[in-house]
């Protein structure tokens, strides 16, 4: 659950200053991921984000490996009910990851796929700025996406798709690099499935079979 730097070295005991070799090895080895906002340097960017890069690795250092006790002796329904309380979490950072992973290879067939091809995706987030889950350009430099990805066991509603929508738009667009402040900006809505229109105003809605 901590994902930067100072908090990761106050979790352990050990001074921020002594992460960035063990940090990088394990980066390299691929069990982490760096995180920077989206338009940031890799090399000059101080706002990193580690996070453990695989969902399984994820639920164990999440669920298991804090609660090997209470797992090996407790009955099935009490090792089911300790998972039930990461479970969600872990499925939406697992989606949100495959969305930003994805969307370089949306299908054409999908609305916001026509106004691409899209570059790799990033989040951004600055202080205490509103966060985004995914932010892209265009391959061609026309357009920016900025998209929120939201998770749901069911479908979404149509009346919770326009909620989401409205909230979308309301939003506003985080400071960009200056190549790309003349681009149209392009705001999406990524869930699994839907019901309803694929488009809400100047919402595009985007669901897993577009996706995958």
């Known amino acids: 659950g901590a994902h930067r730097v100072s908090e990761i070295a106050g979790r352990i005991g050990r001074p921020a200053t002594s992460m960035s070799r063990p940090l990088d090895r394990l980066v390299g080895m691929g069990l982490v991921v760096r995180t920077i906002p989206f338009g940031e340097s890799e090399k000059k960017s101080r706002a990193s984000l580690y996070r453990i890069s695989d969902p399984f690795f994820r639920l164990w250092f999440r669920v298991v490996a804090p609660n090997?006790?209470?797992?090996?002796?407790?009955?099935r329904q009490s090792r089911l009910a300790l998972l039930d309380r990461f479970w969600e979490n872990l499925r939406a950072e697992a989606w949100e990851d495959l969305c930003r992973l994805r969307l370089p290879f949306l299908a054409r067939r999908s609305g916001l796929g026509r106004l691409g091809p899209w570059g790799p995706a990033s989040r951004w987030w600055k202080r205490n700025a509103p966060e985004w889950d995914l932010v892209s350009a265009s391959q061609d430099g026309s357009r920016l996406l900025l998209g929120e990805v939201?998770?749901?066991?069911?479908?979404?509603?149509p009346s919770a798709l326009r909620l989401e929508a409205e909230r979308l738009i309301a939003r506003e667009p985080p400071p960009v690099p200056p190549k790309h402040r003349?681009?149209?900006?392009?705001r999406a809505l990524f869930v699994p499935e839907f019901r309803g229109e694929a488009r809400l105003g100047e919402v595009r809605v985007v669901r897993a079979s577009?996706?995958?």
């Not at 003349?182 to 392009?186: F, G, K």
């Open 68 to 75: 090997r006790a209470q797992l090996a002796s407790g009955s």
């Open 150 to 157: 939201k998770w749901s066991r069911r479908p979404f509603s």
């Open 182 to 186: 003349r681009a149209e900006v392009v």
């Open 210 to 212: 577009d996706l995958l």
